[in-house]
């Protein structure tokens, strides 16, 4: 069964200092992971996914994500903190074969002025 | 290019009454999922619609909960007899095509239930 584990409930930055958000992940065959991110009040919008061609995955507003299978792990990074990156994070696995979205708890991302 | 819809916004209801929650898709998307995120259980898939037809239904909670999709396009979901319980966010998504796990799945905004 898949599965995914966000490590971390809530990560506290200062604004122009890095973010990593760390993210697990459980899949018995080829995962399709994702990124979205969720600001208040407002839907999710995709930040980026990998499915399986390069493991270094660039999305939009900076962020990047590296898929590791030896760690079986997918984590947000993003090299430098804007205030407007304060926002709710969810990590997503979909399994080959599937079409269905298992989400992570979700991280809730402060940056600080 | 208008993105996913869903209607209304916010609804409060009365325990025991029954609500729909309407979902237009993405224009040209054959398929569409229902999910329904709340605090104690983080964000939960509920339905999966291939056109018209829902070939997966095991994330709805009880028999109270119903989803129809017409036409390819709009989809309603509705929930008899509401419980305090049914109280969350209702998101609606979108998809290209007919459910690979590859595919990228678009969100609306939510629909806000609040059962008194």
């Known amino acids: 069964a898949q599965s995914v584990t966000q490590l971390d409930s809530h990560v506290s930055v200062s604004e122009g200092t890095p973010v990593l958000l760390r993210c697990n992940y459980s899949?018995?065959?080829?995962?399709?992971l994702f990124w979205y991110v969720q600001h208040p009040n407002k839907g999710l919008q995709l930040l980026l996914k990998?499915?399986?061609?390069?493991?270094l995955v660039k999305g939009i507003n900076g962020f990047e994500a590296e898929f590791k299978k030896s760690e079986t792990s997918f984590h947000l990074t993003k090299p430098s903190a804007h205030m407007s990156d304060a926002a709710e994070y969810f990590c997503?696995?979909?399994?080959?074969?599937?079409?269905?979205?298992?989400f992570g708890t979700g991280t809730r991302l402060k940056v600080l002025a | 290019g208008a993105g996913v819809s869903q209607s209304p916004s916010n609804k409060v209801t009365e325990k025991g009454k029954d609500v729909e929650l309407r979902c237009d898709p993405i224009?040209?998307?054959?398929?569409l999922y229902w999910y329904r995120q709340s605090l104690g259980q983080g964000l939960e898939f509920l339905i999966y619609?291939?056109?018209?037809?829902?070939?997966?239904k095991s994330g709805l909670p009880s028999d109270r909960f119903s989803a129809e999709r017409t036409g390819g396009s709009v989809s309603t979901l509705t929930i008899q007899r509401t419980q305090q319980e049914d109280s969350a966010v209702y998101l609606c998504?979108?998809?290209?095509?007919?459910?690979?796990?590859?595919?990228?799945?678009?969100f609306g905004p939510g629909t806000r239930l609040t059962v008194l």
């Open positions: 997503v696995v979909s399994e080959l074969g599937t079409y269905k979205y298992i």
């Open positions: 998504a979108s998809s290209l095509t007919s459910g690979r796990s590859t595919d990228t799945q678009y």
């Open positions: 619609f291939q056109g018209n037809s829902a070939p997966d």
């Open positions: 899949s018995s065959y080829s995962p399709s």
């Open positions: 224009s040209g998307h054959t398929a």
């Open positions: 990998y499915t399986s061609a390069a493991t």
